[in-house]
């Protein structure tokens, strides 16, 4: 057997309380740089709150989160992204009067986690944003500015990126677009967690998921093997979405 | 050009010249004066507000400070009025540090809460018990500094100071991230943005700016009482210029004080019966129809406005 490969982030016995609900309650797992780790789980089950707590936005209540090996839990939200951490938002968040050029070029002049060069242009050409770099981020359609929370990220150049149901609402042909897109950053050494309900999506470009239930993982290994898990198999018929 | 140049050339230098010429040619300084602080007050409102989102009902709380700074520096240590005015804009800063926490609140609940603090410092500063220092209730005299040529001079540069700062703004990558943090702030920190210490920056600059006019304003006035240098209409003025004429932008709340103050000049000593009718209207009609402002007719067709 080939040794573990390093750790980038470890997440260990996460808590996260809002009142006396715990969204997140003993969630542990780790990615390496290069893979895509599938993030899935029943509406509710802590997917987004457990981005929340590794982007910054709440400190975990108990638990530990590291990074590089440093621990993190806790650090505001613009040090983890000069460490080298991004996300994009299950709702869209760009900053909406300001133009597409602005939005990217806020995070390529402030967000900069490495020093090689990163042209805009080339980026924003990539992800079919070009077009309209001029134009004010609020008459961007849903994808679009999904896109653009994308591109946001990566002009930043992080080591790791949390993408929060960037493929729902997207069509069948911008799946398969997108899905490339996701494998060749993972190619590039950049490691990737995919929060989506679509299985389809998740199978195709994942090496490997995490199931959360109640706010801790239930399962951790491929999607293949995870349909086989009885109690996989239970909280998702008794979700509302059905794999 | 640099937009940066190109925006000093065609708007802070012709303003700039306009009102250092005009006092030779008009003979009302007093209105002239007013101007020079209505545009401050109004530019100071637009870094504040413009650029992050925070509506200052209190404003005028930073402007009061300025004026008894200066006062206090003048009736008891004897400073010459120019210390005095900076030593204004100082105290206007300390207070906006003590005030920082309020930048934690959102929307309405941080202008109300900036409204009370002003509200606060002014009942501070004309309580009764305090006479030996600021002459609480009753006013101060500064007949030693009083000079409204160089006052009116002082105003120019402090005019010029708030300019650079917003053309400073308007054209730096400061700037675009601080509309960043007013548009979405947890989005500007996964840009790398140090929001809370953005804001402060912000914030301070605009109390200073507000500080120094209050400075130079009890330089040209000379004789005032709290309510005269704390009254709200210096904030809902300053408010409804900036907003008139659009916020985030250079010339957008000059505009606004232009044609705001301007039409108040005219029709409001003569008239105020139909002054505040008008105003009421123009304001309404404002928010209904256009709530960015004058120069959102330019920017709605796509033409970009400095
Ligand atoms: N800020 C908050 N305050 C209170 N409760 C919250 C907050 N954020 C999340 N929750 C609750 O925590 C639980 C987990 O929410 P979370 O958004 O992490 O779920 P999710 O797995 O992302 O769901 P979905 O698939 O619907 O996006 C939910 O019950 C939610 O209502
Ligand atoms: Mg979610």
């Known amino acids: ?243 | 050009m640099p937009d940066t140049l190109r925006h000093y050339l065609i708007i802070a230098v012709p303003l700039l010249i306009v009102m250092a010429v005009l006092p030779s040619v008009y003979s009302n300084h007093l209105l002239l004066f007013n101007f020079v602080i209505f545009f401050i007050l109004a530019q100071g409102v637009n870094i504040i507000y413009g650029f992050t989102g925070y509506l200052p009902f209190g404003y005028v709380g930073f402007f009061g400070a300025g004026a008894y700074g200066f006062a206090i520096m003048v009736m008891h240590l004897n400073a010459p009025a120019p210390l005095a005015v900076l030593v204004g804009g100082a105290v206007a800063v300390v207070l906006g540090l003590i005030l920082t926490p309020l930048l934690r609140l959102a929307g309405a609940y941080f202008s109300i809460a900036n409204l009370a603090a002003a509200l606060a410092v002014l009942h501070l500063v004309a309580n009764p018990a305090l006479e030996q220092i600021t002459k609480g209730p009753y006013g101060v005299a500064l007949n030693g500094t009083f000079n409204p040529t160089m006052a009116y001079a002082g105003g120019i540069l402090i005019l010029a100071l708030t300019l650079g700062i917003v053309v400073y703004l308007k054209n730096s990558s400061f700037g675009l991230a601080l509309q960043a943090v007013r548009e979405d702030s947890f989005s500007a920190s996964m840009s790398g943005v140090n929001v809370v210490k953005m804001r402060t920056v912000a914030w301070l600059a605009s109390a200073l700016v507000a500080g120094l006019a209050g400075g130079v304003f009890a330089w040209y006035v000379s004789v005032f009482y709290p309510d005269n240098v704390f009254s709200a209409d210096f904030s809902i003025f300053a408010i409804v210029f900036a907003l008139f004429g659009g916020v985030a932008t250079i010339s957008g709340p000059l505009i606004g004080v232009i044609i705001l103050y301007g039409i108040y000049n005219l029709i409001g000593f003569t008239t105020p019966q139909y002054f505040q009718l008008i105003y009421g209207l123009l304001i309404m009609a404002l928010v209904l129809f256009l709530p960015a402002g004058l120069v959102s007719l330019a920017t709605r067709r796509g033409w970009y406005v400095p």
Request: glycine share 10%.
């Open chain 1, 1 to 243: 057997m080939s040794p573990e490969p390093e750790r980038l982030l470890e997440v260990s016995g996460v808590v996260k309380r809002f009142g006396g609900f715990h969204a997140l309650d003993g969630l542990s797992f780790h990615v390496s740089p290069g893979e895509i780790l599938g993030l899935v789980g029943p509406n509710g089950s802590g997917k987004t709150t457990a981005i929340n707590v590794i982007s910054g936005l709440y400190a975990p209540d108990a638990g530990s989160v590291s990074f590089l090996r440093s621990p993190v839990g806790g650090m505001a939200s613009h040090k983890l992204v000069h460490l080298g951490i991004n996300r994009t938002f299950q709702v869209p968040k760009p900053f909406m009067s300001l133009t597409v050029k602005q939005n990217v070029e806020v995070a390529h002049t402030y967000g900069n986690a490495s020093d090689k060069a990163l042209p805009m242009a080339d980026l924003l050409e990539r992800f079919h944003l070009a077009e309209v770099a001029n134009r004010p981020a609020s008459d961007l359609t849903n994808v679009q500015q999904k896109t653009l929370d994308l591109v946001r990220a990566l002009a930043t150049q992080p080591k790791l990126l949390l993408l929060d149901e960037l493929a729902a609402g997207l069509n069948p042909t911008e799946l398969d677009w997108i899905a490339g897109e996701i494998k060749t950053l993972a190619q590039s050494g950049l490691a990737i967690i995919v929060v989506e309900h679509l299985m389809g999506f998740i199978e195709q470009i994942t090496d490997r998921v995490i199931v959360m239930n109640a706010g801790k993982e239930i399962f951790e290994g491929t999607l293949a093997v995870a349909v086989t898990v009885p109690e996989v198999v239970e909280v998702f018929l008794g979700g509302e979405h059905a794999a």
